[in-house]
């Protein structure tokens, strides 16, 4: 909120210890291939991709696609063409992120801009509460500037800024006190009425949503003074005390892999990278706490939303699961990989032991609960799409963030919400690279 005191940077950064061995980075690598599978395998033919796929057996022909899990997917596209991993020529990439694009433009509805959440991939019919959501279609947005970046095609550039600018963002905020732009909502219901939620947490969830909305044309732009209106959520977890404390790994997680807040200071509220780390830390640990409890947690721990061992007779339940929420011995073991490199060898030491729960599908880690004797049954889109993201940056030295902020809406958001660039960044040589 305006006033607020910035908040020291922490020095909470992994080890020595925490470097993998040659065998452990290779695994890695392994992991990043399966991961990106996910999307190659999964784009259906009205151009979007899978909410979720069988991770064991048959694989689903059809189901509901997510309009997130596309975003994430149109950049795992473009890397899926790149070195190291080769598993797409550049020009089927770029076919295949053309038609996510034409998609997003033609085939499924939006208002002012926004799309749904849900849309069914066999009727098209859209699915759902969120008929129109605000950070599914960030994520579209962002996916697809990204990917047309990366593949240097001017035919999808020119589709993916059309998307980009067509979204009035301002339009998506609810009024203040004040009468001027407040918060941004969450969307709209399928009776074209907004939902009663807003965004109001500082974290690293939105936080490129709200950079991103900060960077469109006047009129269509969201607030200046709008990031320092998102309110830190402070508490403790496995005896960590920082922002958000109550939430699962995904939190700080999704948006961070795009924005390179370790280049950028931003205008208020806590160190959200280093933050990352924290809980990270405390997250490992609120479960080691519960090892008393479940047998899970003596050797593996991962608490996020996702499937988690159902009542009969359902098999799987999607849940929250949180810090902040009952537990029931479930650990997530693909969201903690997507927390790589905030704490490198707890992330390892997981996945070693995860291995050895038979949790290893075609696309990567299920979520595991021995006390059920439970493995779950799908990966679920956006879980690979962390993954991803999370593992190029850690694997290629930063290359997703670096293409993310080489977008000049991205810059311009940065800058109008009141970020200071950190370690020497020069603007006027980044603007100059950009225009070229």
């Known amino acids: ?145 990204w990917s047309a970046h990366f593949l240097q095609d001017n035919g999808l550039e020119a589709l993916a800024w059309q998307l980009y600018h067509r979204v009035d963002w301002r339009y998506w905020t609810a009024p203040d ?11 709209k219901d399928r009776d074209g009425q907004f939902l009663p939620c807003a965004w109001d947490r500082l ?30 959520f402070y508490g403790s977890a496995g005896g960590q005390h920082f922002n958000n404390a109550d939430l699962g790994l995904f939190v700080f997680q999704y948006g961070l892999d795009l924005l390179d807040l370790r280049q950028w200071q931003a205008p208020s509220g806590p160190d959200l990278y280093a933050e990352a780390r924290l809980a990270t830390l405390g997250n490992q640990q609120h479960c080691r706490d519960a090892a008393g409890r479940y047998r899970t947690y003596q050797t593996m721990w991962g608490l996020s939303a996702g499937d988690g061992p159902g009542n009969p007779p359902a098999t799987d339940t999607y849940r929250c699961y949180a810090p902040g929420e009952a537990l029931d011995g479930t650990a997530h073991i693909t969201a903690t990989l997507a927390s790589v490199a905030h704490a490198p060898r707890a992330v390892l030491d997981n996945l070693r032991e995860a291995r050895q729960a038979d949790g290893l599908g075609r696309y990567g880690f299920s979520a595991v609960n021995l006390d059920r004797q439970w493995v779950g049954r799908d990966m679920v889109g956006i879980d690979a799409g962390a993954a991803v993201l999370a593992l190029d940056n850690y694997l290629m030295d930063n290359r997703v963030r670096a293409v993310f902020h080489r977008l000049p809406c991205v810059v311009d958001g940065l800058q109008r919400l009141g970020f200071t660039a950190l370690e020497g960044i020069n603007l006027a040589v980044r603007r100059a690279s950009q225009a070229g």
């Open 1 to 145: 909120m305006a006033g607020m005191a910035k908040t020291p940077r922490t020095s909470a950064r992994p080890g020595p210890d925490d470097t993998p061995t040659p065998a452990e980075w290779g695994f890695l690598l392994r992991l990043q291939r399966l991961a990106l599978q996910y999307f190659v395998e999964n784009q259906r033919p009205n151009g979007l991709m899978l909410d979720r796929q069988s991770n064991f057996g048959p694989r689903r022909a059809h189901g509901l696609c997510s309009t997130a899990a596309t975003g994430m997917g149109l950049i795992a596209l473009g890397l899926a063409s790149a070195p190291p991993y080769r598993l797409l020529s550049p020009s089927v990439a770029a076919q295949r992120v053309r038609a996510g694009l034409r998609a997003a433009l033609e085939r499924i509805p939006s208002d002012h801009g926004a799309v749904p959440h849900f849309v069914d991939s066999a009727s098209g019919a859209v699915i759902g509460h969120d008929y129109f959501s605000t950070v599914e279609t960030a994520w579209l947005v962002a996916g697809a500037l």
């Open 203 to 232: 974290n690293g969830e939105t936080a490129f949503m709200i950079v991103l909305g900060a960077g469109a044309a006047p009129g269509k732009d969201l607030p200046e003074d709008l990031w320092r209106r998102l309110l830190p």
């Open 177 to 187: 006190v004040r009468g001027s732009s407040g918060l941004l909502r969450h969307g």
